[in-house]
């Protein structure tokens, strides 16, 4: 089997300052890979990089593409990227608002998605903007309303509604339940959890939440300066961690 993404010694800096050192990791198909650290480590840089929001300095991203198998999306053209943005990769802004359109309606931020894949016919896109607003549990009689007049929670399954519409065979999601109360997390978990089981995906899940790697994640990856210090299993790494750094980690969740 060939890894779905194979990220080989990724670096990006700014100026003096490391955002990620040196990264390397597979990601194979149907896996769920959590990156865990706190604030400052690296992660959304190690993110950004490998969904190609960013420009590494150096390093390889391979992502095994339908056509051609594996290829550096770090070399490939512009245009190619955001192809595979479009058609094979999905991202989930920590901030509904960086991944939704405020002034469209819920009904058009799902099928405008579907439009940018090659949807054409009104009819089917709208049916499947209502299914997935069912999917994400927002009542579909909301369909024409704009996300401004949603909830948080609301806001953030609509954009994860968004995403998964086209069929993506990669999610990216940064923070995904970061800044919403406690009880939304807690339901917006559960429906992440449910979508990705169901839907076999494939995600890299970064958050300084360990509780959220703990329900979504098979595998972690603990960042520290840029840098990776522990990798495993997520329940070995949680419940028997290697690196004083980790260590230090689980237990200050553990004392909250
Ligand atoms: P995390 O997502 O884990 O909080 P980041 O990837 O945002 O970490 O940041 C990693 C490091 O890179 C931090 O030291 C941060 O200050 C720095 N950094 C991130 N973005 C920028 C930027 N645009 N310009 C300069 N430094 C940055
Ligand atoms: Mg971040």
């Keep these: 089997m060939t890894p779905l ?37 690296g992660k959304s840089t190690l993110l950004n990089c490998l969904a190609g929001h960013q420009a590494p300095d150096a390093g390889q991203v ?30 989930v802004h920590q901030h509904a608002r960086d991944g939704l359109r405020m002034g469209v309606s819920a009904g058009g931020n799902v099928g405008e998605r579907l439009m940018s894949v090659g949807a054409r016919h009104y009819g089917d896109i709208r049916a499947a903007a209502a299914d997935w607003l069912g999917r994400v549990e927002i009542d579909t009689g909301r369909i024409d309303d704009r996300p401004t007049q949603f909830s948080g929670g609301m806001q953030q399954r609509l954009q994860i509604a968004r995403n998964l519409v086209s069929g993506p065979r990669l999610v990216f999601m940064d923070e ?5 109360d406690v ?63 980790t260590q230090l980690l689980v237990s200050s969740v553990l004392q909250v």
């Design 5 to 41: 993404l194979s990220v080989r010694s990724l670096t990006k800096r700014y100026g003096a300052r490391i955002g990620c050192a040196d990264v390397s990791f597979d990601l194979w198909p149907g896996e769920v890979l959590g990156i865990v650290g706190e604030s400052g480590s």
């Design 62 to 91: 391979l992502f095994d593409t339908r056509a051609e198998g594996p290829r550096d999306t770090v070399t490939m053209s512009e245009p190619e990227r955001r192809m595979l943005g479009r058609t094979d990769w999905a991202f």
């Design 183 to 245: 009880s939304v997390q807690a339901r917006l978990l559960d429906l992440l959890r449910g979508l990705v089981r169901d839907m076999g995906l494939s995600a890299i899940v970064v958050t300084h939440d360990l509780a959220v790697v703990r329900l979504l994640a098979h595998r972690l990856m603990v960042m520290k300066d840029g840098h990776v210090v522990e990798t495993g299993l997520t329940d070995q790494v949680l419940d028997d961690p290697q690196h004083a750094y």
């Design 176 to 180: 995904p339940t970061g800044g919403l």
